[in-house]
């Protein structure tokens, strides 16, 4: 077989058809083992959490950001601390989520959990906020917290199917 080029042909030249006709692997001796795999690596055809993970990944590097996009890191520097740490945290399970859905399939709820205390958090952790900062928490916690629950519904409907 080492003598078997690319295109069918031995070195001496001639045409050796192996069997195989076109791009079918049906004859294949591993083709079951290939396409279990396959079924594995793509999730057997179900939907899964792909389309909402990436928002959620965006959407966590914005929060850990936003106290210099919005310049309150000198009037909130408790703050600055706390969004940069939160938004990490979003931003990590959305790539978890990405790498490994069928393992985090139950952690999709700490994302509308970090979402809620996101919003609750301007008033504990910041001292006196301005309206900016208070608008920016509250909308991107929200949004957290749609999009966790996005995960989360579409996870579920992972594990039914």
Avoid at 31 to 52: I, K, L, N, Q, Y
Avoid at 66 to 84: G, I, K
Wanted: proline fraction near 4%; charge should be positive; glycine fraction near 12%.
């Amino acid at each position: 077989m080492s003598n078997i080029s690319h295109t069918g042909r031995d070195v001496s030249g001639k045409t050796r058809d192996s069997g195989h006709a076109g791009r079918d692997i049906s004859g294949h001796p591993d083709a079951e083992e290939m396409r279990a795999r396959h079924d594995r690596v793509m999730g057997g055809g179900r939907r899964t959490t792909a389309g909402a993970d990436a928002p959620v990944f965006l959407l966590g590097l914005y929060c850990a950001v936003s106290p210099w996009v919005l310049h309150f890191t000198a009037s909130q520097p408790s703050l600055v601390t706390h969004n940069l740490v939160i938004g990490l945290a979003i931003a990590v399970l959305a790539l978890c989520f990405t790498a490994m859905p069928e393992r985090m399939t139950g952690m999709s709820i700490a994302i509308v959990a970090l979402g809620a205390w996101l919003i609750v958090s301007t008033w504990v952790v910041g001292q006196s906020p301005d309206m900016g900062v208070i608008l920016n928490n509250v909308i991107v916690g929200g949004l957290a917290i749609v999009l966790g629950a996005a995960c989360a519904g579409l996870s579920m409907k992972n594990k039914k199917t």
